[in-house]
């Protein structure tokens, strides 16, 4: 498995833009089916970790929005980059093992929107 690159766009808009909000929350949602249906353990465990930093970007995009924290908008761009590398190391990964994912199209999908509207592929 080779390394992933730790690209970002130079500054994304924090708060979230609502399309990459919707496309976060969208693969959050697929992410978490899969995870809860999903009886294969290497499965899982290669879901688990996406999951929750999805869900961490998403709970400090909020906290942004209420705060507006300096602070916050630079641990929010740096669970950015770690879960885009995180995405993208997934995505590899379900693309070599398909067969063990019920919903690995829809989940590629979704990480590939994220993707797409950070730029980055």
Not at 30 to 57: F, G, H, M
Request: with cysteine.
């Amino acid at each position: 498995m080779s390394t992933p690159s730790t690209n970002l766009p130079a500054a994304p808009t924090i708060p979230l833009s609502d399309d990459l909000r919707s496309a976060y929350t969208d693969l959050y949602t697929k992410l978490e089916t899969e995870y809860q249906s999903n009886p294969d353990a290497t499965a899982r465990e290669a879901i688990e970790p996406q999951k929750v930093n999805v869900s961490n970007i998403l709970t400090k995009d909020n906290m942004c929005r209420w705060d507006q924290d300096t602070a916050l908008f630079q641990a929010l761009q740096a669970q950015i980059c770690s879960t885009t590398n995180g995405l993208k190391t997934l995505q590899t990964e379900i693309q070599k093992t398909a067969a063990h994912f019920q919903t690995a199209s829809d989940i590629v999908g979704a990480i590939t929107k994220v993707l797409g509207l950070l730029s980055i592929s």
